[in-house]
């Protein structure tokens, strides 16, 4: 609109361009700049952040797919909190996150350092290490549910070699979330090793002579030098890896189904049960309002602490 | 975090655009015939669809009725985003009554109660389909629970066939005496919750979902669980975390019994024919009765499949596609399913002459009368809770056949989640 006054509007026009000759210059950068972004734009706005935006409407009501959404104000959230159900979910989303995330960490910046020696064969090593996250996630599911067997798996099979009476892993209520966050770390810490690789690869190796020469041991290299040289590496990776963790849903769908009863039943799949299968899209929508605020403030916190080491 | 939401509001993005595509079309095109289309799923997992409308095309000059075809295990969720996008076809199969329910209460089927008042008594099932005193669907197929048994596995144990008098006590003894007497295990028990608590649900006097109390899901599970520990059953757990099939289980002879729902008649018949299935003979026997008092008409379960209007059809259409309606009701209609190894809603001599003429099919009369004979209730009730209640159930379920809970403390638990999810007390 502003385009179009301005061009047609003869008197001003002139007296506006004399004073800045490079206005309209910009104009016209920014339009192409404007029109590069579009087609992704676009595409972000129709199929996420209109639907987003929606999510938070529909959250404030009854909405159950067909008609009207009925206006209910806050009723969803007061339900959210005398609901068991939700709180078993939020409890079992913490509890996979909570072993989850450590794990990961530690199984991916472990092999990251293994395969960051100089090793016959690393390169084959590193694409081993990475070919769970490419796989199937059905596949995965399918086999290790297959190990995980009580009576037939290899695992219990194995572990009665030692005399070891195996659990009944993602069929017993104790042990299945465990089993999940094992096929969890197992799937997530190749892709999460090759972050860290990359973040090593930049440590100069200048520091390491200067420890080394300053008389410091592995473990203090490791502990003075590369975890403080990490940081920001370190930094993306606890981001990525804890919203991931917030949102889990095709690993606990394929393995466990939120079974046995709601031993591993997280959020995304009570969204997915309100939502989808009960047709409760307004209080399926204020778990997800929820979530998003779980994922927000927990890594707002991390931005925090981040933000203060670097200071 | 986006992805949870996205898929939630990812609905109405997709109703918004195709909201815009959607237009009316005239009733008839001009040589006077009128289209209609019927939703369904995958036709290769249901070949009953194709058939019922080459038949009515062929016999109907001035209606041409054409599929819509639907991804079968997301049937639910698309059907419900093109109803709601306006985009839906004139005519739609119902999958589940719990579905059913949703589309009914958002006014999104035709009253074709008309139609349901011009059936004969033959037609089953119709109760399901209806809510306040009118009908919003019109069954076409009705399957039931029965027991599947392998004749040659109960000669390897010299056990004898099922009567017809069974109760579940019996069955679980032989079932014992197989497994003791073959290698194969006396039964299996698939792993969803209907295959055990479908019977239980209503065979037991008294007992309903919506009752909010479940205490008569005991005796069922006690029995369940012994016969799991007493090697007689495969293992719950063994069952999910190797993704075990039920027709592989009956199919390859690994279990001399099975409860399961006719439809497995049609594609133990095509196993057989192909090889997929070992060769054996068997048979059709009577759901096991929770005691002797039903004998006579053995209670058992199973949901109706019918095909309802969509409430915007155009006007000019209603007529012809209420005519197709009557038609998949109608005895013509049933024998033509019956003869592909399909339980019609229409029940007849005729029928069941139909059914048991296929190819490898069981020639002895008890199957027959099993096929006949039976009182099949619904195994949902019709009500806008009953889709809460079953993932409770589906949940108890786990917990107790994978003997991680307690019975008692699963269905403690299971009540007190009917009363603070759906709102019932018992």
Redesign the interface.
């Not at chain 1, 000759?21 to 209109?50: D, E, M, S, Y």
């Not at chain 1, 694409?127 to 290790?144: E, R």
């Not at chain 2, 809510?131 to 919003?136: A, E, K, L, M, P």
């Given at each position: 609109m502003a385009t179009t006054t301005s061009t047609t509007a003869p008197a001003p026009a002139p007296a506006r361009g004399a004073r800045r000759p490079g206005a309209r210059l910009k104009r016209r950068n920014a339009l192409i700049g404007w029109t590069f972004v579009l087609p992704n734009f676009l595409g972000f706005a129709v199929l996420t952040l209109i639907p987003v935006i929606a999510v938070f409407y529909l959250s404030l009501t009854g909405w159950n797919v067909f008609g009207q959404a009925p206006w209910v104000g806050l009723d969803n959230f007061t339900r959210m909190l005398g609901d068991a159900s939700f709180h078993r979910a939020l409890l079992n989303t913490l509890y996979y996150s909570g072993l989850h995330i450590p794990l990961t960490l530690v199984a991916s910046l472990g092999l990251a350092l293994l395969l960051n020696q100089k090793l016959r064969g690393v390169a084959f090593f590193r694409t081993a290490a990475f070919f769970p996250y490419i796989t199937s996630m059905v596949a995965i599911a399918v086999v290790w549910n297959m190990l995980f067997s009580p009576e037939t798996g290899p695992i219990n099979q194995f572990l009665d070699l030692f005399g070891i009476d195996g659990p009944g892993w993602t069929t017993s209520a104790t042990w299945a979330m465990p089993a999940v966050v094992l096929v969890g770390v197992w799937r997530e810490m190749g892709y999460f090793m090759v972050l860290f690789l990359a973040g090593l690869q930049t440590i100069p190796r200048e520091l390491y002579e200067a420890g080394r020469m300053d008389g410091a041991g592995a473990w203090q290299r490791f502990w003075n030098i590369t975890l403080p040289s990490l940081r920001p590496t370190m930094f993306f990776v606890t981001v990525i890896l804890t919203i991931g963790s917030l949102k889990v849903l095709d690993l606990i769908l394929l393995l466990t189904d939120g079974g046995p009863g709601q031993s591993t039943l997280v959020l995304s799949q009570y969204i997915y049960k309100k939502g989808f299968v009960e047709n409760d899209f307004g209080y399926a929508s204020a778990v997800s309002v929820a979530l998003f605020l779980l994922c927000l403030v927990v890594t707002a916190v991390q931005f925090v602490i981040n933000r203060r080491r670097q200071d | 975090?986006?992805?949870?939401?996205?898929?939630?509001?990812?609905?109405?993005?997709v109703g918004l655009?195709v909201s815009a595509c959607g237009g009316s079309e005239p009733a008839a095109d001009a040589d006077g015939v009128v289209d209609l289309t019927l939703g369904t799923w995958a036709s290769t997992s249901a070949p009953e669809f194709q058939l019922l409308v080459d038949d009515f095309n062929a016999s109907h000059d001035d209606v041409e009725v054409s599929i819509q075809e639907y991804d079968t295990d997301n049937y639910e969720?698309q059907m419900?985003a093109d109803?709601?996008a306006g985009a839906a076809p004139d005519l739609y199969a119902q999958k589940t009554v719990s579905a059913f329910v949703?589309?009914q209460?958002?006014?999104?089927l035709l009253d074709v109660s008309d139609v349901a008042d011009g059936l004969d008594e033959h037609v089953a099932g119709l109760g399901s389909w209806q809510v306040d005193g009118s009908t919003w669907a019109v069954p076409f197929r009705q399957d039931s629970w029965f027991l599947f048994y392998n004749r040659d596995l109960f000669d390897a144990a010299g056990v004898d066939y099922p009567d017809g008098t069974w109760t579940w006590d019996d069955y679980a003894e032989v079932a014992q005496q197989i497994s003791d007497g073959t290698d194969a295990d006396g039964a299996y028990q698939h792993t969803w919750q209907s295959a055990l608590q479908g019977f239980a649900n209503n065979q037991t006097p008294g007992a309903d979902l919506l009752s909010g109390d479940y205490g008569y899901l005991k005796p069922y599970y006690e029995r369940a669980l012994a016969l799991q520990d007493g090697g007689a059953q495969v293992?719950?757990?063994?069952a999910?975390?190797?993704?075990l099939t039920y027709q592989a289980q009956f199919g390859k002879q690994k279990a001399a019994m099975m409860p399961m729902g006719s439809w497995y008649v049609a594609t133990l018949l095509a196993q057989q024919a192909d090889g997929e299935a070992d060769d054996f003979a068997w048979g059709l026997a009577p759901a096991p009765q929770l005691d002797e008092s039903t004998l006579d008409e053995p209670v058992t379960f199973g949901d109706p499949t019918s095909i309802g209007v969509n409430a915007a059809i155009d006007e000019g259409k209603v007529d012809a596609a209420k005519e197709f309606l009557s038609y998949v009701a109608s005895e013509d209609a049933a024998v033509a399913l019956a003869e592909i190894g399909i339980t019609p809603a229409y029940q007849s001599d005729a029928v069941t002459e139909a059914y048991f003429g296929a190819d490898g099919a069981p020639t002895d009369e008890l199957s027959r009368q099993t096929f006949q004979v039976h009182d099949t209730r619904p195994e949902n009730p019709v009500d806008p809770k009953i889709?809460?209640v079953q993932?409770i159930m589906g949940?108890?379920h786990?917990?107790v056949?994978?003997?991680?809970?307690s019975i008692d403390d699963?269905i403690a638990?299971a009540e007190?989640?009917a009363a603070?999810?759906a709102g019932i007390t018992g």
């Amino acid at each position: 609109m502003a385009t179009t006054t301005s061009t047609t509007a003869p008197a001003p026009a002139p007296a506006r361009g004399a004073r800045r000759p490079g206005a309209r210059l910009k104009r016209r950068n920014a339009l192409i700049g404007w029109t590069f972004v579009l087609p992704n734009f676009l595409g972000f706005a129709v199929l996420t952040l209109i639907p987003v935006i929606a999510v938070f409407y529909l959250s404030l009501t009854g909405w159950n797919v067909f008609g009207q959404a009925p206006w209910v104000g806050l009723d969803n959230f007061t339900r959210m909190l005398g609901d068991a159900s939700f709180h078993r979910a939020l409890l079992n989303t913490l509890y996979y996150s909570g072993l989850h995330i450590p794990l990961t960490l530690v199984a991916s910046l472990g092999l990251a350092l293994l395969l960051n020696q100089k090793l016959r064969g690393v390169a084959f090593f590193r694409t081993a290490a990475f070919f769970p996250y490419i796989t199937s996630m059905v596949a995965i599911a399918v086999v290790w549910n297959m190990l995980f067997s009580p009576e037939t798996g290899p695992i219990n099979q194995f572990l009665d070699l030692f005399g070891i009476d195996g659990p009944g892993w993602t069929t017993s209520a104790t042990w299945a979330m465990p089993a999940v966050v094992l096929v969890g770390v197992w799937r997530e810490m190749g892709y999460f090793m090759v972050l860290f690789l990359a973040g090593l690869q930049t440590i100069p190796r200048e520091l390491y002579e200067a420890g080394r020469m300053d008389g410091a041991g592995a473990w203090q290299r490791f502990w003075n030098i590369t975890l403080p040289s990490l940081r920001p590496t370190m930094f993306f990776v606890t981001v990525i890896l804890t919203i991931g963790s917030l949102k889990v849903l095709d690993l606990i769908l394929l393995l466990t189904d939120g079974g046995p009863g709601q031993s591993t039943l997280v959020l995304s799949q009570y969204i997915y049960k309100k939502g989808f299968v009960e047709n409760d899209f307004g209080y399926a929508s204020a778990v997800s309002v929820a979530l998003f605020l779980l994922c927000l403030v927990v890594t707002a916190v991390q931005f925090v602490i981040n933000r203060r080491r670097q200071d | 975090m986006k992805r949870p939401l996205t898929a939630t509001a990812g609905i109405l993005a997709v109703g918004l655009t195709v909201s815009a595509c959607g237009g009316s079309e005239p009733a008839a095109d001009a040589d006077g015939v009128v289209d209609l289309t019927l939703g369904t799923w995958a036709s290769t997992s249901a070949p009953e669809f194709q058939l019922l409308v080459d038949d009515f095309n062929a016999s109907h000059d001035d209606v041409e009725v054409s599929i819509q075809e639907y991804d079968t295990d997301n049937y639910e969720t698309q059907m419900t985003a093109d109803l709601s996008a306006g985009a839906a076809p004139d005519l739609y199969a119902q999958k589940t009554v719990s579905a059913f329910v949703t589309y009914q209460s958002g006014g999104q089927l035709l009253d074709v109660s008309d139609v349901a008042d011009g059936l004969d008594e033959h037609v089953a099932g119709l109760g399901s389909w209806q809510v306040d005193g009118s009908t919003w669907a019109v069954p076409f197929r009705q399957d039931s629970w029965f027991l599947f048994y392998n004749r040659d596995l109960f000669d390897a144990a010299g056990v004898d066939y099922p009567d017809g008098t069974w109760t579940w006590d019996d069955y679980a003894e032989v079932a014992q005496q197989i497994s003791d007497g073959t290698d194969a295990d006396g039964a299996y028990q698939h792993t969803w919750q209907s295959a055990l608590q479908g019977f239980a649900n209503n065979q037991t006097p008294g007992a309903d979902l919506l009752s909010g109390d479940y205490g008569y899901l005991k005796p069922y599970y006690e029995r369940a669980l012994a016969l799991q520990d007493g090697g007689a059953q495969v293992d719950y757990g063994t069952a999910t975390t190797n993704s075990l099939t039920y027709q592989a289980q009956f199919g390859k002879q690994k279990a001399a019994m099975m409860p399961m729902g006719s439809w497995y008649v049609a594609t133990l018949l095509a196993q057989q024919a192909d090889g997929e299935a070992d060769d054996f003979a068997w048979g059709l026997a009577p759901a096991p009765q929770l005691d002797e008092s039903t004998l006579d008409e053995p209670v058992t379960f199973g949901d109706p499949t019918s095909i309802g209007v969509n409430a915007a059809i155009d006007e000019g259409k209603v007529d012809a596609a209420k005519e197709f309606l009557s038609y998949v009701a109608s005895e013509d209609a049933a024998v033509a399913l019956a003869e592909i190894g399909i339980t019609p809603a229409y029940q007849s001599d005729a029928v069941t002459e139909a059914y048991f003429g296929a190819d490898g099919a069981p020639t002895d009369e008890l199957s027959r009368q099993t096929f006949q004979v039976h009182d099949t209730r619904p195994e949902n009730p019709v009500d806008p809770k009953i889709a809460t209640v079953q993932t409770i159930m589906g949940d108890l379920h786990s917990a107790v056949m994978s003997e991680s809970t307690s019975i008692d403390d699963a269905i403690a638990e299971a009540e007190q989640r009917a009363a603070n999810e759906a709102g019932i007390t018992g």
